[in-house]
């Protein structure tokens, strides 16, 4: 998994973000938007794009998976994960219950036909 690094604190990309969208009429495009404040703000322009549609698609604005639906399914995978875990070693330990079970139970059988109390007698 690549992990990303979060040189940018919650608050500097919402600054950033609310930048854009209060200057973005100043500007042909959206693109054009980004291009001027992202240095502003010290990041390079795919990044602040990408936080811009994060934004959209959290406010509703943009189609897509929003953060918190995102956050719940990732909780959801790792349940999901856990409990195939567990249940894998359930039926392990059920198998090895059930052949343990077998041996102590089932009747033994001796070496001689005749070590047996009756043939003793």
């Not at 010290?42 to 698609?57: D, Q, S």
């Not at 639906?69 to 567990?86: G, S, T, V």
Request: hydrophobic letters at 35%.
């Amino acid at each position: 998994m690549n992990k990303k690094s979060n040189r940018f604190s919650p608050e500097m990309r919402e600054r950033a973000v609310r930048m854009v969208q209060e200057h973005r009429g100043e500007y042909p495009s959206l693109w054009a938007a980004i291009e001027s404040i992202a240095p502003k703000v010290g990041c390079v322009p795919p990044t602040l794009l990408e936080w811009v549609k994060k934004a959209e698609v959290d406010s509703g604005v943009r189609e897509g998976v929003t953060s918190a639906e995102r956050e719940q399914l990732k909780a959801l995978e790792r349940e999901n994960r856990e409990l195939r875990r567990a249940n894998e070693i359930l039926k392990l330990a059920s198998a090895f219950l059930s052949k343990l079970r077998i041996r102590l139970f089932s009747p033994r059988r001796s070496s001689t036909a005749d070590s047996s109390p009756e043939s003793l007698c």
